[in-house]
């Protein structure tokens, strides 16, 4: 069975939620969420499948590779199927969508990546940075 560690990440003030998947030591980012404040649309859901739509159209494998993992609904807090990209297939869909914050993104993007390969180093930087969190 798989072990997947869900985590709220913030960008911007902005949260995406992420699923860490420990079997494939890889970091898993909710698509609409990232979307949703890429485009600053009110619907990130609607832009994602027209999105989605437009790349099968094109014949992207990028939509074919997509997964899905249960996340948590930031509505009712309960786990639903969500898609989900690993950090390159999110790169990918950001070059798909014309937004200003999108540079800033791949910053964050990258630092989250080095964040986890210092806590897997260093596993009590997990502690503290999850102490952070939780007292702000």
Not at 77 to 101: C, F, H, M, W
């Amino acid at each position: 069975m798989q072990t997947i560690n869900d985590k709220v990440q913030l960008f911007e003030d902005q949260p995406i939620r992420t699923a860490w998947v420990e079997d494939e030591e890889e970091w898993y980012f909710s698509i609409v969420d990232v979307v949703q404040i890429l485009t600053e649309s009110a619907d990130g859901r609607k832009y994602w499948n027209k999105l989605k739509q437009r790349l099968k159209e094109e014949g992207s494998q990028l939509v074919t590779n997509c997964h899905q993992l249960k996340m948590k609904s930031p509505k009712d807090g309960k786990r639903y199927n969500t898609d989900v990209a690993d950090t390159e297939q999110l790169l990918r869909i950001i070059q798909s969508i014309p937004s200003k914050k999108a540079e800033p993104f791949k910053l964050w993007l990258a630092q989250v990546g080095r964040e986890r390969m210092e806590e897997v180093i260093d596993p009590e930087l997990t502690i503290e940075r999850a102490l952070e969190t939780y007292a702000t």
